[in-house]
């Protein structure tokens, strides 16, 4: 059973920036996709960036592209999510996902993912 531990959430102003990380158990990390989700008060969880398993393909939302940045340390069984230029929208429990399947494609969608991180607090004030 794969289990995710995030890390690096905190109160920053606007402007800031933030580094998760997300550290998993276990053998297969490697060979599954990673992704990072968010979910704000009373709305639904939703993708934030993602990474391959194999050759570091990329995906992310429009509303972070240019300011966040997925990335992955296979020896360290960790991902990172760096987050610059924060704004007070990106407030949010930030979620780190395993794929269910090992050596797939990068997705995007919620359900693709079964491993789940319990979360970790980003709040940016303006």
């Known amino acids: 059973q794969v289990q995710l531990a995030e890390s690096g959430g905190g109160l920053v102003q606007a402007g800031g920036s933030l580094r998760l990380s997300c550290t998993a158990s276990?053998?297969?990390?490697?060979?599954?996709?990673v992704g990072w989700f968010r979910q704000a008060p009373g709305k639904e969880r939703e993708f934030v960036a993602g990474?391959?398993?194999?050759?570091?393909?990329?995906s992310y939302a429009d509303s972070v592209k240019g300011r966040f940045t997925i990335a992955r340390d296979n020896a360290k069984n960790t991902a990172y999510l760096q987050m610059d230029s924060l704004k007070p929208e990106d407030t949010a429990v930030y979620y780190c996902?395993?794929?269910?399947?090992?050596?797939?494609?990068?997705?995007?969608?919620?359900?693709?993912?079964?491993?789940w991180g319990q979360g970790t607090q980003v709040t940016v004030s303006s």
């Open positions: 996902a395993l794929d269910g399947a090992m050596s797939g494609p990068l997705a995007t969608s919620v359900n693709a993912y079964s491993y």
């Open positions: 990474i391959g398993w194999s050759d570091g393909m990329t």
């Open positions: 276990g053998w297969t990390f490697r060979f599954r996709a």
